[in-house]
């Protein structure tokens, strides 16, 4: 069956989604817009949209599937303009923004117009933005939260997860509020608290550049969502407001109880602060792809001789295996470093290390 798909927003998202779509659907045809004519230029050349759309009104006159992937308040401006504009009669309209209460509300005006809303929130992405950086199987084994508007019916549901079959995603249905406060508590919160280590690392930085050289290490690696796009930042939290707000009090009560242990050398109290939380930490699913976990990592201590990293790769390569990404770290002058591998899935993961201890590496993964 071909499909007819408006995709509107080709950033990282979108053009995640196309491919993902065209994975499962060969046949789709997806007509692309977005504000930035750069990015529909690229989409295009790129072959993840089949046809570039002249305005909004070119792109959704004549879709089956409308999907809005721009950050969540256009996306809510973006809903008002379907209000006013031709559609196909029985089109699912769906999103992919990360917060979902305020969308739907403006989602459920849709349906007057005999089109159906289904929120959605593929929650798997990274600090990338752009049409350029789009991944197929960006989406594989993450959850996709889909939050119907109301009296939208199973038969739509279904066909919308048949388009999006090809993110091989695990699809769940949630309450629009029940979404953000999850979302708010594993990734907004994080993240906000991501930006606020920068500033403070930032701010003690003014005092002496050696401080941020310092933060070359770990320090990177728990704040690198901090790089992601601003805007959609900015959006998120002005449309989870209502949710963050009491996280912020709980985080205040958490640091002030840290403050005191500290005060009164409570040295038991602060064995069992990080005793419990690395008890959870080491028991959290691993094995599932969460909005926070999209890489598989494998660290390799390596001695700091010439040859070292072509010794890696070629192992890992003669065993077929794509690395999608690697970093060097802490490797100083004639001291072991360590190498950061990223693989596409855990099946690689576990060949690497296996193939990399056979080759006398010690090879560890963190999740
Ligand atoms: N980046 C991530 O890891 C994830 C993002 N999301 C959500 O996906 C959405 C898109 O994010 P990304 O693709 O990462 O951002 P992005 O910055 O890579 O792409 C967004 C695109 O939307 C376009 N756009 C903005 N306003 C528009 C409008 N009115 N009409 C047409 N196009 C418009 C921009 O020009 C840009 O090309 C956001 O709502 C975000 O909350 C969801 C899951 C993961
Ligand atoms: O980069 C990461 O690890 C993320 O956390 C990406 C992300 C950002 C926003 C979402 O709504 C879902 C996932």
């Known amino acids: 069956m071909s499909k007819q798909i408006a995709l509107i927003g080709l950033g990282l998202i979108g053009g ?21 004519q750069n990015s529909v230029k690229l989409a295009s050349t790129l072959q993840i949209i089949d046809e570039q759309a002249e305005s909004l009104e070119d792109a959704v006159r004549d879709a089956d599937i409308i999907i809005l992937a721009a950050p969540v308040e256009s996306t809510i401006k973006l809903i008002q303009q379907l209000e006013t504009l031709p559609l196909q009669a029985g089109a699912i309209v769906t999103d992919v923004g990360s917060t979902k209460e305020t969308v739907v509300v403006a989602g ?24 350029e950086a789009s991944i ?58 991501a930006s606020a280590l920068v500033h403070h690392v930032a701010k003690a930085g003014d005092e002496d550049p050696l401080i941020t050289q310092l933060a070359a290490g770990g320090f990177r690696d728990i704040t690198r969502i901090a790089s992601a796009s601003p805007t959609m930042w900015r959006d998120i939290l002005m449309h989870n407001k209502e949710q963050l707000l009491p996280m912020i009090q709980e985080w205040n009560a958490i640091m002030k109880n840290v403050e005191d242990m500290l005060h009164t050398d409570d040295d038991e109290a602060i064995y069992a602060f990080f005793a419990d939380a690395k008890d959870v930490r080491d028991n959290l699913p691993s094995k599932k792809k969460g909005a926070m976990l999209p890489f598989y990592d494998l660290y390799v201590d390596i001695p700091d001789h010439p040859g070292v990293i072509s010794d890696v790769t070629a192992i890992l390569a003669k065993a077929s295996i794509s690395i999608t990404n690697i970093r060097i770290i802490e490797a100083r002058e004639g001291i072991m470093g360590a190498l950061r591998l990223s693989f596409r899935s855990e099946e690689d993961l576990t060949v690497a290390k296996q193939q990399l201890e056979e080759h006398a590496y010690e090879a560890y993964d963190v999740q």
Do not use: C, W
């Not at 993902?20 to 007509?31: D, R, T, Y």
């Open 136 to 193: 197929e199987r960006l989406f594989e084994n993450a959850y996709y939260v889909l939050t119907p508007a109301e009296g939208v019916p199973d038969n739509k549901l279904i066909q919308l997860q048949n388009v999006l079959k090809g993110t091989k995603a695990k699809f769940i249905q949630l309450e629009p509020a029940s979404h953000d406060r999850f979302a708010g508590l594993i990734s907004h919160f994080p993240h906000i608290v």
């Open 16 to 36: 995640s989604l196309a491919l993902a779509i065209k994975s499962g659907l060969p046949k789709a045809q997806i007509k692309g817009f977005d504000i930035d």
């Open 108 to 131: 459920n005006k849709l349906q007057s117009k005999g089109v159906f809303f289904i929120g959605g929130h593929p929650m798997a992405g990274s600090h990338k933005t752009g049409v």
